[in-house]
Every structure is written in structure tokens, then in C-alpha cells.
């Protein structure tokens, strides 16, 4: 099973960009995927999730509003497109998939996924 996101870069505050997880080796559309983030010397956080199915979405309440998780099932591609980005955002964004799953279902915490890819490095200016 491989996970790879990609899309990472430096923007300035207020700027957009759209990170991507593309899947294989495994029953993509049976999986959740979940985006995380961690920043030097902090622990790992929760920033959004989707279910199998598309259709059940959750973001961390600091994201809420800004960024949109979706995915494509036909393509084993989810995407986390993240716009008016702050300072705080900066971190290293990994996706990992929880699985398989009976239902359209999300899931939050770091134990509850199965497989990780590598991160992507994005970095907010002020």
C-alpha cells in the first residue's frame, strides 16, 4: 500500500493551495482517508477526513470553513484544497487511510488509520 501526497509549497497569507493523496495497493473506495498536519515540536493534528463513499466529511474546528476535502474514487485521488491560509497552517501535511470500512464513515484519531504516506511541507508567510 502506497500513499503520496503531493501540492505542498510557500504561499503568503491569504493564498490557496491544493494538496493531493493519490492510493495504491489497496481497495481505495473502502477506505477513509484523513489529512493531518504537524509543525515542529508539536504533536500530530487532525485536519480533515472523508469517508469511503465521498459523501461524510469532518474538519478540525481551526479549519472549518477554509479548506474542502474530496476525493475521487475512479482515480484513488483524495484532495485537500485550502484557501485564505495562515501563518499557523504551516506544517507538514500527511494523508493516511483507514480500513476497510462497512460505511460512509470518518475517522479523527492518528490510531485509527491504517496506512500513512510520506508529507508534503507547506509554509505560510505573514
Known amino acids: 500500500v502506497q500513499l503520496q501526497a503531493s501540492g505542498g509549497g510557500a504561499v503568503n497569507t491569504g493564498g490557496s493551495l491544493r494538496l493531493s493523496c493519490a492510493a495504491s495497493?489497496?481497495?481505495?473506495?473502502?477506505?477513509?482517508v484523513g489529512w493531518f498536519r504537524q509543525a515542529p515540536g508539536t504533536e500530530r493534528e487532525f485536519v480533515a477526513a472523508i469517508g469511503n463513499g465521498g459523501s461524510s466529511t469532518s474538519y478540525a474546528g481551526s479549519v472549518s470553513g477554509r479548506f474542502t476535502i474530496s476525493r475521487d474514487n475512479a482515480k484513488n485521488m483524495v484532495y485537500l484544497q485550502m484557501k485564505s491560509l495562515r501563518p499557523e497552517d504551516t506544517a507538514v501535511y500527511s494523508c493516511?487511510?483507514?480500513?476497510?470500512?462497512?460505511?460512509?464513515?470518518?475517522?479523527?484519531?492518528?490510531?485509527?488509520?491504517?496506512?500513512w504516506g510520506q508529507g508534503t511541507q507547506v509554509t505560510v508567510s505573514s
Open positions: 493516511a487511510a483507514a480500513g476497510p470500512l462497512g460505511g460512509d464513515y470518518v475517522r479523527w484519531a492518528p490510531h485509527d488509520y491504517d496506512y
Open positions: 495497493g489497496l481497495s481505495f473506495s473502502e477506505y477513509a
